[in-house]
């Protein structure tokens, strides 16, 4: 007896004491994060610190706790300071636990963890994400912390873009006259301005006998409908025609405006809705501030048709989830600028977004994330999506419902819906998802429908890390039961599409970034090499995979698409690695994705190699097209880089059949070496043929929010568009360099008018507005005064002398300010809002 009242006062002392170290409130605590060198050692590693603050009145214990956090980079393990050790657990999550040189922390004091990151830092994206407490009392519970706070790099940091820089860079923009402006973009490929206007009344009637644009005449009546105020008074409004023409294939139209009325004929639904797209864009951007008694319209004849076939923007809503009205949101001005496929990213190691209705662990498990180790139940934090459900950036999906909505608003606007399932890499959260759906059948004593559909083996004792750091993230392809879950989830697709009444022409089953090792030590593998003698090794299981995959599809009437590896086949060169087309699918339809074409690491003319060999070959360059990558290198512009730097002027600039002509910079933002282009493959007219189009791409690693998203987005969209439906312009082919810069430079003049003056201010307002990236100023010092440009012309520049930040309500620059007090300009879009600050000081040049 007197043992069992021990050990009863040993639970009840010991329970009393982690609830003592529970009695600390982390929300009284501040952590707040910074460089403190960013050549550590004269290395390109940074020293960075996590300093933990104690705002309470309650010490923190020295122990008994630990960090956990996100990062997309790797540590050291021994912080430098001493007190902790930082260890990866899997992904991007990581762990800081202090140990006996850590002190408590009593109230009102700091504590600092040093530690070295393996790259410098350059923009605020770099810095660690979602830091929270885990007590070791409770390893099952997350606590936030009551504030995170990152310090900036110092601005003078070298290699900085700095607002002279970008002072230089627009004083090779002309500001061109509104009425000068082209009033349709894309570019069409006919577009004559004439002689007078039509005035838009609002009982204009709009007419159309034949029935395959009665969708399209309802469309826009409703749009007439966001514009006009139909309780004017007016006298006859005129009349806009929908009318069938032979001969414009199946998106090409004609416009004619004529002061009588205005006339648009095309062959098929989608050239009349694209030909609406236009009449839209002649609408002046005062229309879509409030409703309007008239509307001029400019008198004008067009006669356009898209110059690729595939116009194509990839959203990857697995890494951070973006809601149903968020991406009705892009397909809207998807729509505006004729791009007419939305390839949606679904599933990923930190993610599954859609309802699959066969196999709801895909959901239940998949699309959640809060703090975890064993991932039984849900995933664990990935990109500081914090320890719980309530980040709605970490946890969601779409509902079947949800999806047939996007679907069907989708086909209205004639945009394909491609929905994207990753295999067999970045594959963790349908992994992760089939092992529950196992325990919980084998509980039930299903030992049969538990393996139907599992995608990992507990046996394989493959050791392997991708990209990304996961090392459970391959879906094993020699399981039979891989099979049975790429149908079931066809299957259920196929029902959702049939549904919506949505066209499914394809599937995109990924295939990008299998990392090395994996499946090595598979029984599943050593098993399939008996019985097919062609697979001597995991190499071989690639062509397998996607000979089983696009055998399922073709029975189904589906291609299959997927990233270039897809399309890819392993070999050697002199003894080295390398890949060449392969050729056991160049004649089974497929379609790549290619995105690689990093400047100066040796794959520049890969996707002309795929479109040479045979392959359908869709162009997502992140050299042009991605639009994740920072827009340059400084602290306050957000995305990674590791691609390039990639402002709006990369996507115009690209030339999709020579993009090795306009490449300036390497990824670093440093002049190109030329030589890297010597011995690469150039495009043959044959493999002009078989690039089908251009594709956007928005990794969503450091895109958070609907707001980030529009930030990354928008308006480099416009540009996707421009390049994607216009024919080259001529200083694509001029072969003098100094006649095709000028050439060059007065195209990108008129552009980046166009937006100023004419997109972005409609833009502020159509559908409740975008919140679009406003570019920081340029400002240069000279001779004791600041001068400022902006990109965009037609944009206000603000500006104060006291140091403030400048708001809607700050002075307009008209002229060079004096350098006196701490001066910051800001550009300012229609609505008043404004964009990053540009500071500077008397004595010194600008900073960021």
């Not at 409130?25 to 004269?42: A, F, G, H, P, Q």
């Not at 004639?414 to 992994?431: D, K, M, Q, W």
């Not at 690695?577 to 790549?592: A, K, S, W």
């Not at 500006?799 to 006196?820: I, K, L």
């Amino acid at each position: 007896m007197r043992h069992i009242l021990t050990f009863l006062l040993a639970t009840f002392v010991t329970v009393n004491s982690f609830a003592a170290k529970l009695l600390f409130d982390v929300k009284n605590i501040t952590l707040s994060w910074e460089v403190v060198d960013n050549n550590y050692k004269n290395k390109q590693e940074a020293l960075t610190a996590l300093i933990i603050t104690n705002n309470g009145t309650e010490t923190l214990p020295a122990t008994g706790w630990k960090i956990y956090f996100n990062s997309s980079r790797n540590f050291t393990a021994d912080a430098v300071s001493g007190n902790a050790k930082i260890l990866p657990i899997n992904g991007d999550l990581y762990s800081i636990t202090p140990n006996q040189s850590f002190k408590a922390i009593k109230p009102g004091e700091s504590a600092r963890i040093e530690y070295v990151c393996e790259a410098i830092v350059v923009n605020f994206t770099d810095a660690i994400e979602g830091p929270y407490f885990v007590w070791d009392a409770t390893p099952g519970k997350g606590y936030l912390p009551g504030d995170f706070i990152i310090k900036p790099l110092d601005p003078k940091y070298p290699g900085l873009v700095t607002p002279e820089v970008i002072y230089n860079q627009n004083k090779t923009i002309t500001d061109i006259p509104t009425d000068q402006l082209q009033k349709i973009i894309p570019t069409p490929i006919s577009y004559q301005e004439t002689s007078g206007s039509f005035t838009l009344l609002p009982n204009v009637n709009v007419i159309s006998t034949d029935a395959r644009f009665a969708q399209e005449k309802a469309k826009l009546n409703m749009e007439l409908a966001k514009v006009l105020d139909k309780s004017s008074s007016v006298q006859s409004g005129g009349s806009i025609t929908l009318g069938y023409a032979p001969g414009f294939g199946t998106e090409g139209y004609e416009l004619s405006v004529k002061p009588s009325g205005i006339q648009i004929n095309a062959s098929a639904a989608a050239g009349m809705f694209y030909g609406i797209q236009s009449l839209k864009s002649l609408m002046p951007p005062s229309a879509w501030q409030q409703k309007q008694a008239s509307i001029t319209i400019p008198c004008l004849e067009v006669k356009d048709s898209p110059r690729f076939g595939y116009r194509a923007v990839m959203l990857d809503v697995a890494r951070n989830f973006q809601s149903k009205q968020q991406v009705m949101k892009l397909i809207n001005l998807m729509g505006l600028y004729k791009l007419n496929t939305l390839h949606l990213h679904l599933t990923d190691d930190e993610g599954w977004r859609i309802e699959i209705p066969s196999l709801p662990e895909l959901t239940s498990v998949g699309s959640k994330r809060g703090h975890t180790l064993d991932s039984k139940s849900f995933l664990p934090p990935s990109h500081g999506s914090g320890p719980d459900f309530s980040n709605t950036a970490g946890t969601g999906y779409y509902t079947k419902a949800d999806y047939i909505e996007i679907l069907k608003y989708a086909s209205d606007r004639h945009i394909t819906v491609l929905p994207e399932i990753e295999t067999p890499g970045h594959a963790r959260a349908s992994i992760k998802a089939m092992e529950a759906r196992y325990r919980r059948l084998m509980a039930a004593g299903d030992k049969a429908g538990a393996s139907r559909y599992l995608l990992s083996d507990a046996k394989d004792k493959s050791d392997y890390r991708s990209v990304q750091y996961w090392n459970d993230n391959v879906i094993d392809v020699s399981l039979p039961s891989t099979y049975n879950y790429v149908e079931r989830v066809i299957d259920d697709l196929i029902a959702i599409y049939k549904e919506a009444g949505a066209p499914l022409p394809a599937i995109h089953f990924g295939g990008d970034e299998v990392p090395a090792h994996v499946w090595e030590k598979s029984p599943a593998y050593e098993a399939l090499k008996k019985t097919h003698p062609e697979i001597k090794n995991t190499g071989d299981l690639w062509y397998y995979f996607y000979g089983r995959v696009n055998d399922i599809l073709k029975k189904k009437n589906i291609k299959l698409a997927g990233w270039e590896e897809m399309a890819l086949r392993k070999t050697t060169v002199d003894g080295h690695p390398t890949y060449l087309p392969n050729p056991q699918f160049v004649n089974e339809d497929m379609r790549v994705d290619v995105w690689n074409n990093v400047l100066g690491d040796g794959q520049e003319d890969l996707a002309y190699k795929l479109a040479n060999g045979g392959y359908k070959t869709v162009l997502t360059c992140v050299t042009n097209l991605y639009f994740d990558m920072a827009n340059y290198k400084s602290w306050d512009e957000p995305g990674y880089y590791w691609g390039a730097y990639l402002g709006i002027d990369k996507f115009f600039s690209f030339i999709p059949f020579d993009y090795f002509k306009n490449a300036d910079v390497d990824k670093n933002g440093q002049p190109i070496n030329r030589q890297i282009f010597v011995g690469k493959q150039r495009l043959t007219d044959y493999g002009k043929e078989n690039i089908i189009g251009l594709q956007g791409a928005l990794w969503s690693e450091t895109v958070k929010t609907a707001e980030r998203m529009d930030y990354m987005i928008f308006p480099k969209l416009i540009a996707l568009g421009e390049r994607a439906w216009a024919k080259d312009p001529a200083w694509t082919t001029e072969l003098d360099p100094a006649k095709a810069k000028d050439m060059y430079n007065a195209d990108w003049s008129k552009f980046v008018n166009i937006l100023g003056k004419r997109e972005l201010p409609r833009l502020a307002y159509e559908g409740g507005g975008y919140n679009f990236r406003i570019p920081k100023p340029g400002v240069m010092l000279q001779d004791g005064k600041y001068y400022a440009n902006v990109q965009f012309p037609g944009m206000v520049i603000r500006y104060t002398t006291n140091g403030s930040e400048p708001t809607a309500d700050s002075p307009v620059y008209n002229g060079p300010v004096n350098a006196t007090g701490t001066v910051r300009f800001r550009v300012f879009d229609a609505k008043g809002r404004g964009g990053n600050v540009a500071s500077g000081t008397e004595n010194n040049n600008p900073v960021l």
